[in-house]
């Protein structure tokens, strides 16, 4: 079959959906609206298991770092484990 040909004659075809571009703007701004409270999951205080990520070399010039050459606040990141799926 060639590509783009479904097999049914054009009349049960059904209308084509317009494309992205066609459709037009709405007017509204990307993202939630406003006011929306939304439901982002916060870090625990406990986590059961911490693991630290240290750099021993300098990305730029490849050199040795030590614990002095850190400056700033450490990044922290939690990873959430989700149960199996069940049938």
């Not at 010039?61 to 989700?82: H, K, M, N, W």
Request: glycine share 14%; hydrophobic share 20%; net charge positive.
């Amino acid at each position: 079959m060639a590509a783009g040909y479904s097999g049914k004659p054009p009349s049960s075809a059904g209308p084509a959906k317009p494309s992205a571009g066609q459709r037009g703007r709405s007017g509204k701004p990307c993202g939630g609206q406003r006011g929306h409270k939304g439901a982002t999951l916060s870090q625990t205080e406990r986590p059961d298991r911490t693991q630290p990520h240290l750099s021993e070399s300098c990305a730029d010039y490849g050199s040795e770092l030590t614990a002095d050459d850190i400056e700033g606040e450490p990044q922290r990141r939690q990873v959430f484990d989700l149960p199996p799926p069940r049938l």
